[in-house]
């Protein structure tokens, strides 16, 4: 066993080697996990789909093809970050997040959830149907094209005025991307499985639809009974009160059902 050690030990990585390997392993899961959370994942499917092609195409000597895909490829870096964009920026931003400016984005996101529940809290009491959607992880600008867009900061009083009855936009949902509006006026995918309750509406299946989509939070408040509702990973949670909402908001446990909430699994 010595011998085998002593005549083949230069195979063997030294402890450099290994914290190198530890380091593009984590880096290598990261990646993946960033691009698990999207759609991007499809499209990296398709790259390594080409590139398998490519090679099928070498070995079988076909040099058409092989010119071709040559060609794409020599555009593929700046083609990936167009394609990628927003994935890089999530994650540039990810790696910015210090200590000391998480603890300034606790603070912004403590006086976001604050004018949201104001909002909420406002059109409940009004009566005033509206459809508020989260973003998390999962990027909401496909849904966001089908609105219009806005670069507002999130303040009680424009939620409120953008659900106004005679406004334009009152019929869509508002997305809201950290503390910032992105659009208004937002035509939702509506749930594609039977929900059991017949008297939701519209607004309610949407929510429902989007939270079967992404990962996003979507807050609904009925225009007929007024109740608030929360629609995550497909189900709907009915009958909230601004406690709970700021649970969930705040990224507390949500899995356990409120008193006097209603849960209404899709």
């Known amino acids: 066993m010595i011998a085998f050690f002593q005549r083949f030990g230069f195979v063997l990585p030294g402890l450099l080697d290994l914290i190198q390997i530890g380091l593009v392993a984590v880096a290598i899961y990261y990646v993946l996990r960033l691009l698990a959370a999207t759609r991007a994942l499809q499209m990296l499917v398709g790259l390594l789909l080409l590139v398998f092609v490519y090679f099928a195409a070498r070995f079988l000597e076909l040099p058409l093809i092989q010119y071709i895909l040559e060609k794409v490829f020599e555009y593929g870096a700046i083609a990936a970050l167009i394609v990628f964009q927003p994935e890089l920026r ?18 912004e996101g403590k006086e976001v959830t604050d004018e949201l529940i104001e909002a909420v809290e406002r059109l409940s009491r ?33 939620i409120v005025s953008l659900f106004s009855p005679y406004g334009p936009l009152h019929d869509g949902a508002v997305l809201i991307q950290g503390d910032t ?60 009160g601004a406690e709970r909402l700021r649970q969930v908001i ?11 909430a209603t849960p209404l699994p899709a």
Not at 91 to 105: I, M, Y
């Open 126 to 158: 009004t009566g005033t149907g509206a459809i508020i959607a989260l973003e998390r992880e999962v990027g909401l600008d496909e849904y966001a094209a089908t609105g219009t867009r806005l670069q507002a900061k999130v303040g009680a009083d424009l």
């Open 181 to 240: 509006i992105i659009a208004a006026g937002v035509i939702l995918p509506l749930t594609q499985f039977p929900v059991s309750d017949r008297t939701l509406g519209t607004r309610h299946r949407a929510a429902i639809g989007l939270s079967e989509e992404t990962d996003a939070l979507v807050i609904v408040v009925s225009e007929e009974t007024s109740y608030i509702s929360i629609a995550r990973r497909g189900k709907l949670e009915r009958n909230v």
């Open 90 to 107: 999530s994650a540039l931003a990810r790696l910015g997040q210090s200590r000391v400016l998480r603890f300034f984005n606790r603070l």
């Open 250 to 260: 705040g990224g507390g446990p949500t899995d356990g059902i409120a008193p006097g």
